[in-house]
């Protein structure tokens, strides 16, 4: 009898020992879990802020604006940028662009729609916060884009290259360009 209740206590001790780990266990599981979770939504916030530009894929657009020179992401300049070029295109830089209503309509709602207020990509984020508001109607007026190009490492003459012509010359050194990838790892300045 003595030795019955005495297996009983010792095996209510071992039961309640093994829940208790079994409990810990659950809970560091539940823990991981939770560390998990929060990685993997971290990352997918991380994900949302675009790391490159949306390559341009409006035809009207391209074949027009793109007859003289690179076809500039909408997501370079602010929509009202982008509006006042197309309100000044009888002086364009010095060029007189005439435009039929209907293509000229495309473009606009493109440009607009697509401009660097509303684009999560890092490099409009910057852009737009170096403009404090301005609107210019270069994007080599962007004051995070004439910053990046002050670098020492770039040869004094480089804008002014046969090659290059000038700084709105994107492509003749960033041969990711169109792609809408401008990191400073795929840039090749022309001799
Ligand atoms: C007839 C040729 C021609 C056409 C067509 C043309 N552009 Fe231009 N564009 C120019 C010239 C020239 C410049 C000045 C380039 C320079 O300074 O090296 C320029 C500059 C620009 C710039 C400023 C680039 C910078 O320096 O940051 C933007 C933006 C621009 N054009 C947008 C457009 C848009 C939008 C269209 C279509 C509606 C268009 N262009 C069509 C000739 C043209
Ligand atoms: C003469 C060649 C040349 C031209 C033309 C040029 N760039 Fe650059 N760009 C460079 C170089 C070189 C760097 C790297 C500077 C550094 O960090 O040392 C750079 C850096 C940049 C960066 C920063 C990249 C990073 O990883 O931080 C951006 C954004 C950029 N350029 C955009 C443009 C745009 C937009 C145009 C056209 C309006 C343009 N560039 C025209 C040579 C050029």
Redesign the pocket.
């Known amino acids: 009898m003595y030795t019955k209740q005495k297996w009983v206590v010792f095996l209510a001790a071992v039961l309640l020992l093994t829940s208790a780990t079994f409990d810990a266990a659950l809970a560091e599981n539940g823990h991981k879990e939770r560390r998990r979770y929060q990685k993997r939504h971290r990352n997918s916030a991380e994900h949302n802020a675009k790391s490159h530009l949306t390559p341009v894929n409006n035809s009207t657009?391209k074949e027009?604006?793109?007859?003289?020179?690179f076809t500039?992401q909408p997501e370079?300049?602010p929509s009202a940028?982008?509006g006042k070029?197309?309100d000044r295109?009888d002086d364009?830089?010095?060029?007189e662009?005439d435009?039929d209503q209907e293509p000229?309509k495309i473009?606009a709602e493109y440009?607009k729609a697509n401009g660097a207020e509303s684009s999560s990509a890092k490099l409009a984020v910057k852009n737009m916060r170096s403009l404090k508001g301005q609107t210019p109607?270069?994007?080599?007026?962007v004051p995070y884009?004439g910053h990046k190009h002050e670098d020492d490492d770039i040869p004094a003459d480089a804008f002014q290259r046969k090659s290059v012509?000038?700084?709105?010359?994107c492509i003749a050194c960033h041969t990711t360009a169109e792609r809408g990838i401008y990191d400073d790892a795929y840039v090749e300045i022309p001799k």
């Open positions: 657009y027009t604006c793109g007859a003289c020179h500039y370079l300049l940028s982008w070029i197309l295109l364009h830089f010095g060029e662009i435009l000229k473009i440009l109607m270069r994007i080599t007026d884009i012509g000038s700084m709105s010359n």
